[in-house]
């Protein structure tokens, strides 16, 4: 393993990373303190605890410090990370953590401190099943490992990973029984059965244990909450009818298995250049892959539901309607609350605040209670104003994540003054961007996200002034408490504002369901794909490009190209010695990792959504919702056929089950892999779709628009003229696209392709000379040709 010299200047001989803030020698129990941190050049990574963060406070609302602790109990009895006989442990995990906050596990890019914590306190887990299993280094660990490790977890959780029942009995035969009532399940017990207290409070089985052992026994909340998840809910806002704090809810670990599993993956990574002192020599994946195991153990965690163009509209009227008539409401009903003691009052109008209510809407009372011991139900078509506000933000959030695409902690970090407005009456807003910019950056919004904004600006001011903070969706109930904040937690609010609203959930749903990355995701489905027949300017505006084309060229051939050479000139100085690197190559080595990340996630943020509408159309030709006609059209079609076959054929040959639902899976899987090779893309302008492949050389010669571009080229100025990269839209139409080779007109297109050909014939019957009439009239047999030989195709064996 490793002796302290060698611990003590592996961790002293290099500097120390921007992210780790501070440190302490030990974690402190409870509450995070204040004081006792170490600091700026005080700061020491033999420390204990570290805290780290990797955002901007002042930009980003939440979740910007996290506390990584190296001194956790791990095994029994009370046995510590911090203990000498685990300074290898302590080491390795100290690595991984530095690895994740500056060149990232995977040498792709740093990650957050927010998933860096995450993976700290999953590797404690992993460690502490290795020690419940016998072995004394990563380096001794079996084959068989990463195996029984996915089958525990998805078995019992991460209580299962140790005999805990075993180590219940022991300990409490240890200290005498505790048969009284005396005994308390806290953090201290926890300790000395090398766990934590969040994995007790969660575990059906060790309460069970504990009512056989100790009936009388309590387990004390952990208000902490150890988030052994990495989604748990964090302690969130305090609410004005919030219950008692408990626990997140228990999470199994087995929607979160590939979490577990990729700790392994990413100390194996580390072996070769890093963990000196326990090197894994083999692949711990070696005969079953992560995703086999997760595929044979896991549990489906789901990917976000698509959020239909249709549907979008729906909640982003219903949000606007209500942001617009009842704003001035709210903030003169906030004003009177503020204005005077409500304490022990029913409920208190004001006039000139009732004039304001929309005709025939809800009545919103200003008072936070309705006095202590009343339990006197609200008049009908009243709330109160805690709840009108909680819908304001459910409804601001509803439109800025539906109009500037961004995540929720995008929204949540709403600043006062984020929006401005140019001489031309162009808005933009200054939304905080986490994965990748981790700045504030300007996003073209609708003008209705001004009413809104200086709304909570409104709102928010006392509260911003009583703070010294510049959140919007910050409203304090009582300046005199600031930390009693009306509830923003946009998962809890935004379905039951949409249910005030009246707004009918999705076919087939009752109830919305709605998150801020579904309105992101639907941002882009619904601008690029969703809007057949129009153009891409809102995209493009997004990604801040001038020309909707361009927004085309940039993620599907400029910014692949960009991350192939970036990776090579990484992968050029990778191979040069940590010893030999200069602090200049160092430098870049690390700004190179964070510019991959940012490259690769505005690829797949543009990916994700192409690929998604793709797989819908082929689903709908398979299923025969969907119809296609052209050679586009036909070769999709057929593909279609060939991996419905070749599907059906592996749920012959691997399930005894003769039932129709088998097929879906296998077919999706390979639907999305065709999406991910293939290109099926919106020609702008126009109801068609393209499936030419801007890669292929020979796509581009056969490309019809191309060659109509062409034609249109002054032969004598070829010189110097860039190679078309990708087919060009701004010679394509619904007449062009049906007689090129890679044209494909799905039911929207073929609707749009007959309202053309009854124009056609209209305008040569009306034709205002002969000569218009043959012109007319030949136009209008090359259209009819054209969509002849287009199709229709039928269901049946590839061609």
Known sequence: MIDRPRYESRLTAGTIPSAVIATRPSTPVGKRPKGGWSRGKYRNLLHNCWLIATADPSKKRKDVEHIVSFDAAVDFPRRFLSDESLLGDRLTKKILVLSCITVGPRENGILDATFTAQIARKFDWVLR???????????????????????????????????????????????????????????????????????????????????????????????????????????????????????????????????????????????????????????????????????????????????????????????????????????????????????????????????????????????????????????????????????????????IAGFAARRDIGVRSAHAG????????????????????????????????????????????????????????????????TTRLVSSRFHQIIDGFLEFAGARPPEGQDRWDLSIHMLRRGYGIWYFFGLTGGSTDALSMMYRHNDPNMTRIYFTMILPGEINQLKSELDARLRSSTINRTPEDQEWIDNAYGRLSYLKAHQQAFDEPRCEVFVEKLLGLWRGTETVIGEGGKALFNDVQGIAERAMATVRVGSRANSPDALDAPLLQRLIKYAKEHFLEPVVGSNMWCTANPRDAKHLKDAKCLNIKERGKAPWKRDGQPEDLMPDFDFACNRVCIGCKFGAAFHDGQQSLSEELRQRHHAARHAATASLEHSGDVLLAELEADIAAAGPVKKGRPQ
Not at 420 to 445: C, H, S
Not at 448 to 474: C, H, N, P, Y
Request: proline fraction near 5%.
């Open 418 to 481: 984020c929006i401005t407005e140019d001489a031309f009456g162009l808005a933009t807003m200054l939304v905080y961007i986490g994965k990748t910019d981790k700045d504030r950056v300007a996003i073209p919004v609708p003008s209705i996200l001004k009413t809104v904004v200086k709304t909570l600006e409104d709102l928010s001011a006392d509260t911003r002034e009583a703070k010294g903070t510049e959140w919007i969706f910050e409203v304090a109930f009582d300046l005199a408490d």
């Open 129 to 399: 099943f290795r020690l419940a299993e016998g072995y004394e280094s990563f380096e001794e660990i079996p084959d068989f490992f990463a195996s029984d490790l996915s089958k525990r977890l998805s078995t019992g959780g991460t209580l299962a990973l140790v005999p805990i029942s075993d180590r219940l009995d022991d300990l409490l035969a240890e200290q005498g029984g505790a048969g009284d009532g005396s005994l308390v399940v806290d953090r201290g017990f926890a300790s000395n059965l090398g766990v934590t207290t969040a994995a007790l409070s969660r575990s059906a089985e060790f309460q069970l244990a504990l009512i056989d052992a100790a009936p009388y026994a309590t387990i004390e909340p952990d208000l902490e909450g150890d988030e052994d998840e990495p989604d748990a809910e964090r302690k969130p806002d305090l609410d004005a009818d919030d219950l008692p704090r408990r626990l997140a809810s228990d999470l199994k670990a087995a929607r979160n298995l590939k979490n577990y599993l990729e700790i392994l993956e990413f100390l194996f990574r580390l072996s070769d250049r890093d963990l000196v002192h326990d090197r894994m020599e083999h692949d711990p994946f070696e005969y079953l892959s992560i995703d086999a195991l997760v595929n044979r153990d896991g549990k489906e965690r789901g990917r976000t539901a698509t959020l239909l163009p249709a549907d979008m509209m729906r909640a982003l009227t219903a949000a606007a309607k209500f942001a617009t008539t009842y704003s001035d409401y709210i903030l003169a009903t906030f004003r009177d609350a503020r204005s005077f003691d409500a304490q022990g009052v029913r409920a208190i109008e004001v006039e000139s605040t009732r004039k304001l209510r929309p005709v025939g809407g809800t009545t919103i009372l200003p008072i936070w209670s309705r006095g202590a011991g009343s339990r006197e139900p609200l008049p009908p078509k009243t709330i109160l104003l805690g709840e009108a506000i909680r819908h304001l933000f459910a409804s601001t959030a509803i439109l």
